[in-house]
């Protein structure tokens, strides 16, 4: 098999990393990739929404099968461009692919399927008025989304109903998301603690892919800023077998048996953003690709053949293949680059040593020049480490991010720190 993976951060990596390790895998090609993804396979110049580009890098190279890494390129519509050129693609067409790029999509998607998630009523410049109206109605907090994809920014929750109906004003009538905010969603708070659990289909069968739990604000104690994950940890200690069996039957079940049922069957990885509120998984959001960090988190736990898993999604045969999750857990720390999630500043040489037995180190925002890894962006590099107790794993990474050297170094020291007490 020759492959093309899409994108450039720690989750690519832990899937170039994973495909490596395939024995049916000739040729890896990550566009663009990182500098840790150079020892898994070749990086190549290509910007993955140039669907005409890639279409043409697939045919010199006879490239068998894409995987799409992030939401672009799928809510673009490169499954549906590549199909009908004889190009496979591990992801959903553009229609399920809607599941992300559409919030307003998502929910009514939901609601016809009977999938639990916040009530909602979606507000565009026809309707402002009754936007504003409803948000009378509503109490506080008011959660606000941009309808399309908005760089994980499109959320805003305020106490404050004055701030609401200004911030409804700003996405609607003052684009401030551009197109994204055209259409804004307005639902209902829900409060409980936030889990990210992972399925997988080849649009016949689906299987469940196990846990996550990211941490998305810059500092600890859950403080400041959101970012794009400071950390995860997999498994997640409140998500007992109870739990899970109701995401199962009550989330990706109807999911992928509604997406069956209205001529658009899901082939790729499901990530569904839950709110646990007492114990019921609520949606909070689909996403039709892996999680990043909690790819870098739940990859080290997973047995299976990556090349295998990907060949199947985009060809059928999901039923046979082999998926496992390490009892063990990984807790994932992630180094960024001083100033991030505000400004940052990119080309600072790092000193990575080579991880202990237990380690993973996944690149993101890392680049080669000249033989010298430098930072690239405001993630920098994931750090996983395997252990039988959180509190362990954790530790384990918090000492090999001691070991990693740049300027302006900056990470949490508390993942997995508010959970460890449930693992006991
Ligand atoms: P999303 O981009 O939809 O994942 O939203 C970003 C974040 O906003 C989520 O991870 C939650 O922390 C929060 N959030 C979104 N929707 C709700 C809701 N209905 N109730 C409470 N928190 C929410």
Redesign the pocket.
Known sequence: MKILLLGSGGREHAFAWKLSQCPEVAELFIAPGNAGTLSCGENVHLNPLDFEAVLQFCKDKQVDLILPGNEDPLVAGIADFMKPRGIAVAGPDRFAAALEGSKDFAKAFMLRHHIPT?SYQSFNADNLHEGKAFLQTLNPPY?L?ADGLAA?K??I?TPNLDEAVQVLDEMIAGAKFGSASSTVVI????HGI?ISCFAVSDGHTWKMLGEAKDY?RIGEGDTGPNTGGMGAISPVPFANEEFMKKVAERIAAPTFEGLKKEGHPFKGFLFM?L?NCGGEPMV??YNVRMGDPETEAIFPRLRVNMAELVNAIAHGNLENVKLELDPRTAATVFLVSAGYPGDIEKGKPMHIPAPGAQTHFFHAGTTMKDGQVLTNGGRVLAITSLAHDLNLAAEISLVAAETVKFEGKNYRKDIGRDLAALQQ
């Open positions: 916040a959660v989304k994980g499109g959320v929750i639902e209902e708070f829900l936030e998305k953003g709110m909070i959001e």
